[in-house]
């Protein structure tokens, strides 16, 4: 049996290990909170907001200048904003994505009006406050600005925002104008119209319901509103929970208004009903307000109001938003004092960006690189955030509201899986910065499997079916791989992260992803935010299954939309349960495998498969034959750039009878240009097939040059690395700044497509560092170019090793002070210099006749990685391609590099 691991306790001595270093601010000064918050249209547009809350915070708050909704994020930088701009409340925002819909939001909006019982602006336009020009900061801990009241003698309002995970936390200072009689109130809008996007281009309004309860003699106002933009997607199965949905907040003001006045609102605009001394109220397009007096009855300079302002949310219930306002086992102070909650979140957020130490060599655009950077730490380190509550009265036990089985349960949860994204790079960094969330995210995933029958592919609160693919599948390897699981022993100072059981589930819920179709899966065709269908999962798994019976494999272009992006990445997750079903115990494995046999005979008929299989081998074999099946040997594109013969090869939808579709059909966020170099756990195979290293490169070189390549979505974002495989490291050494730099700056514009909740930046962080996980599940990196003469980034040490462990006990990397692995990346010049002479892990050296490879092993508990640059293209890595001669100057030697085609290998190392 495997020994049983006390999951709280775990977390808690990595965190309070974490904790006891205080790690330095000043790396917080690089971080650019506009950046992604811009851009012409959703598309184009980071989809980011400039937010404070702490990583992975379950309520992010930010000055909202739209109405939030799929599409439109509440803050969308313009220069007209920036310019003369007005703000219309600050808003507590669970909206993940761009493309993503709002939940549970709380909000808190200033004001000041006429007389002891002046209007209350409650409609979003009418309550928008004008800036005052440069008083406009923005921070990771603290936003502050200053707001004039309009038409009110002057008067105006400074603001100070701060948050932490689940509680906003405001210091509003009204300042009194010319005129005596007006008077400030502070109005929390609770229910709204909200927009529901239909595809593929209706926004319908609906008007959610919600209460409010005023508590005058507590000083405290609570609410619900039952929003949730994205039910309209909710599976079938699941989706009478969603209706059942419900947000809560509760806000405490340090300022008494039992005296100086409170009430209700419903309604906006000239249709506001208010309803003063009212202490509770229902409804749609509802409010509740607080008003404050100045002290001085006339009207002078310096007649001012302070008000703080705790305002805490709750999936669970308004007993539960009450108490996170003050529950210290989260980190929620219960302080009135706004600075002591900005130093927490800035404490929060050093712990993960102060990790980088970037030494540049002050090239021109060296700080700008750095910004980029530290930022990509910032946005990378928010998603999934948690959705877990503190149990009250129980140190440090979490639990949650599931919206899949409208339950309240004990544990660890976590919303925000942006799954088809982040499988990619995403949880490979997380995987380095933050351990300590792995074991809750993961239990997270198994959670909803438990709770609504299938791992998650687009968690916002409930599943939403958005892209295609079962990449959990890939998240789960990954991490088990990477130490998260199974196979340690306590004597040699691991500690196995989960249980038996929650082995047995994971397996449980991979082997289904693999064997499982959807629901009328040969009639439904699960397009993209396609509702009232169930969970999508594997859409087109019935034919996917029968490869060598029918000549199939593929997912039928006339029955399901996406026909070869979901070929090609079921194959992937196949390989990603074949790589989980060596790491999980055997027995569990076998024991919990059902329907093997039907569809490996349905897999090899006609085939002799007599020499046996197992789930590990029929895997295999599935993920490298059915991608194949789309590949279409003689489709072609002319060499337009690269010259002499067209390009051959190209993955190709094909109906359910075989015949092949047209070359534009079939795909996701790409073409079959970009998906034609979507086999990243055959890399071999893909190169031979496109007729070896030398004219596979062509290839790559066309797709870039030819203007096919859109790095605004994920399928592009291996390519530029896949030059390294094919023995001409050079170019990916290129390909890599030149991306970086086209795609990536120090602006509000400077994410050229959305940050899919932590990809985009995940691959600037990866590439800086040098390296990039090309197959997320094979435990090795493919090298690039690093950006910086030298990065240290000290790794929380993972929750599986305990002080008894070699890492710790004998490894030169090991920093006791901050409680870290160190891995150090050196590479002097490399901000003017791109290529890469020589390279060093460890000591070991990757001659230039050597595959450009680290291995996760190599660096998991620190370690140096000594690059040598230059500023022309070298031998290293195969060059310009390893397959040309190279002659010295001299003309006396030559050298010839060989890589193997088939040495990168996916397996496990
Ligand atoms: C932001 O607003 C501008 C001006 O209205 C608009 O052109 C742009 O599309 C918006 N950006 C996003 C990402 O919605
Ligand atoms: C700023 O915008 C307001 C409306 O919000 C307008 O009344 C005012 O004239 C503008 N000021 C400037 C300097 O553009
Ligand atoms: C709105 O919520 C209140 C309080 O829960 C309830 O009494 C009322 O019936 C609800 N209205 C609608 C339209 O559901
Ligand atoms: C609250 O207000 C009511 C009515 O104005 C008043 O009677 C009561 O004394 C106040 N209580 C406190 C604690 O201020
Ligand atoms: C939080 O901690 C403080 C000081 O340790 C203690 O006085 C207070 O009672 C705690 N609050 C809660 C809600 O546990
Ligand atoms: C599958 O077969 C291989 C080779 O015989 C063996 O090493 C492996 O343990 C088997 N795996 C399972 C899950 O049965
Ligand atoms: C490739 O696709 C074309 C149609 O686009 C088709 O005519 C041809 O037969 C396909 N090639 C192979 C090898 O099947
Ligand atoms: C440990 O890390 C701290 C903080 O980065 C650093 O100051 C110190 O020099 C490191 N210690 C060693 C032995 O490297």
């Given at each position: 049996?495997?020994?049983i691991?006390?999951?709280?306790?775990?977390?808690?001595?990595s965190?309070?290990?974490?904790?006891a270093?205080?790690?330095?601010?000043?790396s917080?000064?690089s971080?650019n909170p506009?950046?992604?918050?811009?851009?012409?249209?959703?598309?184009?547009?980071?989809g980011?907001?400039p937010?404070v809350a702490?990583?992975f915070?379950?309520?992010?708050w930010v000055?909202?200048?739209?109405?939030?909704?799929v599409?439109?994020?509440?803050?969308?930088y313009?220069e007209?904003?920036m310019?003369?701009?007005t703000?219309?409340?600050?808003?507590?925002?669970r909206q993940?994505?761009i493309?993503?819909?709002?939940?549970a939001?709380a909000?808190?909006v200033p004001?000041?009006?006429s007389g002891s019982?002046?209007?209350i602006k409650?409609?979003?336009?009418e309550r928008?406050?004008p800036?005052?020009?440069g008083?406009?900061?923005?921070g990771v801990?603290?936003y502050?600005?200053?707001l004039a009241?309009?038409d009110s003698g002057?008067s105006?309002?400074?603001?100070?925002?701060?948050?932490?995970?689940?509680?906003?936390h405001f210091?509003?200072?009204?300042?009194?104008?010319?005129?005596?009689?007006?008077?400030p109130?502070?109005f929390?809008?609770?229910t709204r119209?909200?927009?529901?996007?239909?595809?593929?281009?209706?926004?319908d309004i609906t008007?959610p319901?919600?209460t409010?309860?005023?508590?005058p003699?507590?000083s405290?106002i609570?609410?619900?509103?039952t929003?949730m933009?994205?039910?309209?997607?909710?599976?079938?199965?699941i989706?009478?929970a969603?209706n059942?949905?419900?947000?809560?907040y509760c806000a405490?003001?340090d300022?008494?208004?039992?005296d100086?006045?409170?009430g209700?609102?419903?309604?906006?605009?000239d249709s506001?009903?208010?309803?003063?001394?009212?202490?509770?109220g229902?409804?749609?397009?509802?409010?509740?307000?607080?008003r404050?007096?100045?002290p001085s009855?006339?009207?002078?300079q310096?007649?001012i109001v302070?008000?703080?302002v705790?305002i805490a949310?709750?999936?669970?219930?308004?007993?539960?938003?009450?108490?996170?306002?003050n529950?210290?086992?989260?980190?929620?102070?219960g302080s009135?004092?706004?600075q002591?909650?900005?130093?927490?979140t800035e404490?929060a957020?050093a712990e993960?960006?102060?990790?980088?130490q970037?030494?540049t060599?002050g090239s021109?655009?060296s700080e700008?690189?750095?910004a980029?950077?530290?930022?990509?730490v910032?946005?990378?380190?928010?998603y999934p955030y948690?959705?877990?509550?503190?149990i009250?009265t129980s140190?440090?036990?979490?639990?949650?509201y599931?919206?899949y089985?409208?339950a309240?349960?004990?544990?660890?949860s976590?919303?925000g899986?942006s799954?088809?994204?982040?499988?990619?790079a995403?949880w490979?960094?997380?995987?380095?910065?933050?351990?300590?969330?792995?074991?809750?995210?993961?239990?997270?995933?198994?959670?909803?499997?438990?709770?609504?029958?299938?791992?998650?592919?687009?968690k916002?609160?409930?599943?939403?079916?958005i892209?295609?693919?079962?990449?959990?599948?890939s998240?789960l390897?990954?991490?088990v791989?990477?130490?998260?699981g199974a196979g340690s022993?306590e004597?040699?100072?691991?500690?196995?992260t989960?249980t038996?059981d929650?082995?047995?589930?994971m397996?449980?819920a991979?082997?289904?992803?693999?064997?499982?179709?959807?629901?009328?899966?040969?009639?439904?065709?699960?397009?993209?935010?396609e509702?009232d269908v169930?969970?999508?999962?594997?859409?087109g798994?019935?034919?996917?299954?029968e490869q060598?019976?029918t000549?199939q494999?593929?997912v039928a272009n006339?029955?399901?939309?996406?026909s070869?992006?979901?070929t090609l990445d079921?194959a992937?997750?196949d390989?990603?349960?074949?790589v989980l079903?060596?790491l999980?115990?055997?027995?569990i494995v076998?024991?919990?495998?059902?329907?093997?046999d039907?569809?490996?005979?349905?897999?090899?008929a006609?085939?002799n498969?007599?020499n046996?299989y197992?789930?590990?081998?029929?895997?295999?074999?599935?993920?490298?034959?059915?991608?194949?099946t789309v590949?279409n040997?003689?489709a072609?594109s002319?060499a337009?750039?690269?010259?002499g013969e067209?390009i051959?090869?190209f993955?190709q939808?094909r109906?359910?009878?075989?015949?092949?579709?047209?070359?534009?059909d079939?795909?996701?966020e790409?073409d079959?240009?970009?998906?034609?170099?979507a086999?990243v756990h055959?890399?071999?195979?893909?190169?031979t097939?496109?007729?070896?290293n030398e004219s596979?490169?062509?290839?790559?070189?066309e797709?870039?040059?030819?203007g096919?390549?859109d790095?605004?979505?994920e399928p592009?974002?291996?390519?530029?690395y896949?030059?390294a495989?094919?023995?001409a490291?050079?170019y990916?050494?290129?390909?890599?700044?030149e991306?970086a730099?086209?795609?990536?700056?120090?602006?509000?514009?400077?994410?050229?497509?959305?940050?899919?909740c932590?990809q985009?930046?995940?691959?600037?962080?990866?590439?800086?560092m040098g390296?990039y996980?090309?197959n997320?599940?094979s435990g090795?990196?493919v090298?690039?170019?690093p950006?910086f003469?030298?990065?240290?980034v000290?790794?929380?040490v993972?929750?599986?090793?305990?002080?008894s462990h070699s890492s710790?006990?004998?490894?030169?990397?090991y920093n006791?002070?901050?409680n870290?692995f160190?891995?150090?990346?050196?590479?002097p010049?490399?901000?003017?210099?791109?290529?890469?002479?020589s390279?060093k892990?460890?000591?070991r050296?990757i001659?230039?006749?050597?595959?450009?490879?680290?291995s996760h092993?190599?660096?998991?508990?620190?370690?140096?990685?000594?690059?040598?640059?230059?500023?022309q293209?070298?031998?290293?890595?195969g060059?310009?391609?390893a397959?040309?001669?190279?002659?010295?100057?001299?003309?006396n030697s030559s050298t010839?590099?060989?890589?193997s085609e088939?040495?990168?290998?996916?397996?496990v190392?």
């Amino acid at each position: 049996m495997y020994p049983i691991c006390i999951a709280s306790l775990l977390s808690l001595s990595s965190l309070t290990g974490t904790l006891a270093y205080e790690w330095p601010k000043y790396s917080l000064y690089s971080v650019n909170p506009l950046i992604g918050s811009a851009g012409p249209e959703p598309n184009l547009s980071g989809g980011m907001i400039p937010s404070v809350a702490p990583p992975f915070g379950s309520t992010r708050w930010v000055a909202q200048n739209q109405n939030s909704y799929v599409s439109a994020t509440p803050f969308n930088y313009t220069e007209s904003y920036m310019n003369n701009g007005t703000i219309h409340g600050f808003m507590g925002t669970r909206q993940p994505a761009i493309w993503m819909g709002e939940s549970a939001w709380a909000a808190i909006v200033p004001g000041i009006s006429s007389g002891s019982e002046g209007d209350i602006k409650a409609g979003f336009e009418e309550r928008g406050l004008p800036k005052a020009a440069g008083t406009e900061k923005f921070g990771v801990g603290l936003y502050s600005v200053e707001l004039a009241i309009p038409d009110s003698g002057g008067s105006t309002v400074h603001v100070s925002m701060s948050a932490s995970s689940r509680v906003g936390h405001f210091l509003f200072t009204f300042n009194q104008g010319s005129e005596s009689e007006y008077q400030p109130y502070i109005f929390l809008p609770t229910t709204r119209a909200a927009t529901i996007f239909h595809n593929p281009n209706i926004f319908d309004i609906t008007y959610p319901n919600g209460t409010v309860h005023i508590f005058p003699l507590t000083s405290e106002i609570c609410g619900s509103n039952t929003e949730m933009q994205d039910f309209i997607l909710a599976p079938n199965s699941i989706k009478d929970a969603a209706n059942h949905f419900t947000g809560w907040y509760c806000a405490i003001f340090d300022t008494s208004f039992n005296d100086t006045g409170y009430g209700v609102t419903v309604g906006s605009g000239d249709s506001t009903m208010r309803t003063e001394w009212a202490d509770s109220g229902s409804g749609e397009e509802l409010g509740a307000y607080a008003r404050f007096r100045f002290p001085s009855s006339s009207g002078t300079q310096n007649n001012i109001v302070t008000v703080n302002v705790r305002i805490a949310t709750s999936l669970i219930s308004m007993e539960q938003a009450r108490y996170n306002l003050n529950a210290n086992s989260t980190n929620e102070f219960g302080s009135f004092n706004v600075q002591e909650t900005q130093s927490a979140t800035e404490n929060a957020w050093a712990e993960k960006v102060g990790r980088f130490q970037v030494e540049t060599d002050g090239s021109s655009d060296s700080e700008e690189k750095l910004a980029v950077f530290l930022t990509g730490v910032f946005h990378a380190m928010q998603y999934p955030y948690e959705v877990h509550e503190p149990i009250p009265t129980s140190l440090n036990a979490q639990q949650y509201y599931s919206a899949y089985d409208n339950a309240v349960h004990e544990g660890e949860s976590y919303s925000g899986y942006s799954i088809w994204d982040t499988y990619r790079a995403e949880w490979g960094l997380l995987i380095l910065l933050a351990p300590e969330r792995i074991p809750g995210m993961v239990r997270s995933m198994l959670q909803d499997y438990e709770e609504g029958g299938w791992l998650p592919m687009w968690k916002n609160i409930i599943e939403t079916n958005i892209m295609v693919g079962t990449h959990a599948d890939s998240l789960l390897a990954e991490a088990v791989l990477k130490g998260f699981g199974a196979g340690s022993t306590e004597e040699n100072g691991l500690q196995t992260t989960f249980t038996t059981d929650e082995l047995t589930t994971m397996w449980k819920a991979t082997w289904k992803d693999a064997s499982v179709p959807p629901m009328d899966d040969l009639s439904v065709v699960y397009s993209d935010r396609e509702e009232d269908v169930d969970y999508e999962v594997r859409a087109g798994l019935s034919t996917f299954f029968e490869q060598y019976a029918t000549g199939q494999g593929w997912v039928a272009n006339d029955i399901h939309s996406e026909s070869v992006s979901r070929t090609l990445d079921y194959a992937y997750d196949d390989h990603a349960v074949a790589v989980l079903s060596t790491l999980i115990p055997l027995e569990i494995v076998q024991e919990n495998t059902p329907k093997l046999d039907e569809i490996a005979t349905e897999f090899y008929a006609n085939k002799n498969a007599s020499n046996g299989y197992n789930v590990t081998t029929l895997l295999n074999d599935r993920s490298m034959a059915n991608p194949w099946t789309v590949w279409n040997a003689t489709a072609s594109s002319p060499a337009v750039i690269t010259g002499g013969e067209d390009i051959k090869g190209f993955v190709q939808a094909r109906e359910q009878n075989g015949d092949w579709a047209a070359t534009t059909d079939g795909f996701t966020e790409g073409d079959r240009w970009v998906y034609s170099f979507a086999y990243v756990h055959d890399v071999a195979e893909l190169v031979t097939r496109r007729g070896g290293n030398e004219s596979f490169v062509k290839s790559l070189n066309e797709f870039y040059d030819g203007g096919w390549v859109d790095f605004t979505n994920e399928p592009a974002h291996h390519t530029p690395y896949l030059y390294a495989l094919a023995g001409a490291a050079s170019y990916t050494q290129e390909r890599v700044r030149e991306i970086a730099k086209s795609n990536y700056n120090n602006t509000p514009n400077g994410l050229s497509g959305n940050e899919d909740c932590g990809q985009m930046s995940a691959w600037y962080v990866f590439s800086a560092m040098g390296f990039y996980p090309v197959n997320p599940v094979s435990g090795v990196y493919v090298v690039g170019s690093p950006f910086f003469s030298s990065l240290t980034v000290s790794m929380p040490v993972p929750p599986f090793i305990t002080p008894s462990h070699s890492s710790i006990t004998s490894n030169p990397y090991y920093n006791s002070t901050t409680n870290s692995f160190d891995l150090r990346i050196s590479a002097p010049g490399a901000e003017t210099k791109p290529y890469v002479k020589s390279l060093k892990v460890n000591g070991r050296v990757i001659a230039d006749g050597e595959e450009p490879l680290i291995s996760h092993e190599e660096i998991r508990f620190g370690g140096l990685i000594e690059f040598e640059m230059s500023d022309q293209v070298e031998n290293w890595g195969g060059g310009r391609g390893a397959w040309v001669e190279t002659t010295s100057d001299a003309g006396n030697s030559s050298t010839t590099y060989s890589f193997s085609e088939q040495s990168y290998s996916s397996t496990v190392p």
